[in-house]
């Protein structure tokens, strides 16, 4: 057995290792991420606006990088009318908001409408399964059901940390342009309480008001089988 000298060497030697690859992680994210995210953030906000952004921005993605998340392929900054974004392709890796932002007003019309464009736009040569709206990139989204067993495996993660919940009160049925659809609604949580996220986009266009990101499903058992695994706990 290690004497409590050894062991205290070896607790000192790997805080050296750590701290030393957070330096490392420090001078990459400074080099070679923060420079595009200057320009971009005062090319697109105002001075304070920029300033805030930036800070967030440098800490998450000091974070991130920290956890391990070394990506290949090519970084792409993205801005957005409240905040930006750094994704490789279509995976979106820090996003950073302004905070107290003016309140953005839906019209169920409008958004009926978005849902009905959506619909339209299904590429079933690409077997897609589930569509939604993203909330970052303001964009309408299909994916198929590889993309959503990759999904799946997070939401199960964050509902096992207590980050997240799926209310069986919340899922419905609409139909959409003669289409039935089967939702399901993702409740963020903290501390065991649901929190507020606003309502989803796309359930407006329904008069579905409730707090959460709603994942619409061609197929109801698709939909019930995600359901069971997320919060099915091992």
């Not at 030393?20 to 420079?35: D, F, G, L, N, R």
């Not at 839906?106 to 978005?114: A, S």
Request: hydrophobic share 35%.
């Amino acid at each position: 057995m290690p004497s409590n000298a050894k062991l205290a060497r070896l607790a000192e030697q790997k805080k050296q290792k750590s701290s030393t690859a957070s330096k490392a992680v420090e001078q990459y994210v400074e080099k070679y991420i923060m420079p595009p995210a200057y320009s971009h953030a005062h090319k697109n906000f105002n001075s304070t606006e920029a300033t805030y952004l930036l800070v967030e921005f440098e800490k998450k993605a000091i974070k991130y990088f920290n956890d391990g998340n070394i990506r290949s392929g090519a970084f792409e900054l993205v801005a957005t009318d409240s905040g930006m974004y750094l994704k490789i392709k279509t995976d979106i890796l820090i996003s950073v908001t302004i905070p107290n932002t003016k309140p953005r007003i839906l019209h169920c019309d409008t958004q009926k409408t978005l849902l009905e464009k959506l619909v339209a736009d299904r590429q079933k040569s690409r077997k897609e399964t589930f569509c939604y709206y993203h909330r970052i990139t303001k964009q309408l989204m299909w994916g198929n059901n590889e993309e959503m067993t990759d999904q799946m495996k997070i939401w199960k993660q964050q509902h096992a940390d207590g980050d997240l919940t799926i209310y069986d009160a919340n899922n419905q049925e609409f139909v959409i342009s003669g289409k039935t659809f089967y939702t399901l609604t993702l409740t963020p949580v903290k501390d065991g309480e649901a929190q507020q996220c606003g309502f989803d986009p796309l359930g407006v266009g329904v008069k579905h008001l409730v707090d959460g990101y709603m994942y619409w499903f061609v197929h109801k058992a698709n939909r019930d089988a995600v359901v069971k695994y997320v919060m099915e706990l091992d």
